[in-house]
């Protein structure tokens, strides 16, 4: 049996994992905090207090949220505050490192390709030939299998970070996102 290290108590909430009754007192020490202009000591009602310094329009309840018996802050459509942080911080971390990988691997590409229209422009502009297609393909899976190459160069793009880049031969998997 799970007992709080600080009341010894046996009992935890089933979403939050907070035990009964120091759940209690963290709400009270969140209300006190927020009203004396001083922080918890605890790193998540820490961030919510400066979160609502900064301007957040929150509710603070009377008493601890009554689900997950985090301390009674609400978002202004009724959820709790510290739920949907948690929530978020997976999911928008993940989501901001996998934009930033698309966006390089894209802007990358995009310098190849701004390089080869100023090419072309100064091609027609003088009436000279066409020239070459800039972006050197790297081999096919079957090449570089022939070639005991580690890498080829897929023909079409990473569906996860959009990537054009080489694949493993043994797995397919892109070298820029492992995916
Ligand atoms: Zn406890
Ligand atoms: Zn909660
Ligand atoms: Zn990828």
């Known amino acids: 049996m799970n007992q709080c290290p600080k009341c010894h108590g046996n009992t935890f909430n089933k979403i939050s994992g907070e035990c009964a009754d120091c759940s209690h007192h963290r709400h009270r020490d969140f209300v006190m905090s927020l009203k004396d202009g001083t922080f918890t000591g605890y790193e998540y009602m820490d961030r919510v207090l400066s979160l609502i310094r ?3 329009k929150w509710r603070v309840l009377k008493k601890r949220n009554k689900l997950c ?3 009674g802050v ?3 459509n009724g959820k709790c505050v510290f739920c949907m942080l948690s929530a978020k911080s997976d999911s928008s ?5 996998i934009n930033e990988q ?3 691997n894209l802007t990358e590409e995009l310098t190849v390709l701004t390089q080869y229209k100023a090419l072309l422009e100064t091609a027609v502009a003088l009436g000279v030939d ?3 297609e800039p972006v050197k393909r790297g081999k096919t899976r079957q090449e570089a299998i022939r070639d005991g ?3 080829y160069t897929p023909d079409s793009r990473c569906k996860h970070c959009w990537s054009i880049g080489e694949r493993y031969v043994e ?3 892109c070298r820029s996102c492992g995916k």
Do not use: F
Not at 93 to 97: T, W
């Open 102 to 104: 698309r966006l390089a």
């Open 149 to 151: 190459d580690k890498w």
């Open 69 to 71: 018996w985090h301390p």
């Open 130 to 132: 066409v020239p070459q």
């Open 54 to 56: 900064g301007g957040k």
């Open 171 to 173: 797995n397919g998997r």
């Open 74 to 76: 609400q978002t202004t």
């Open 93 to 97: 971390v993940a989501i901001g490192n």
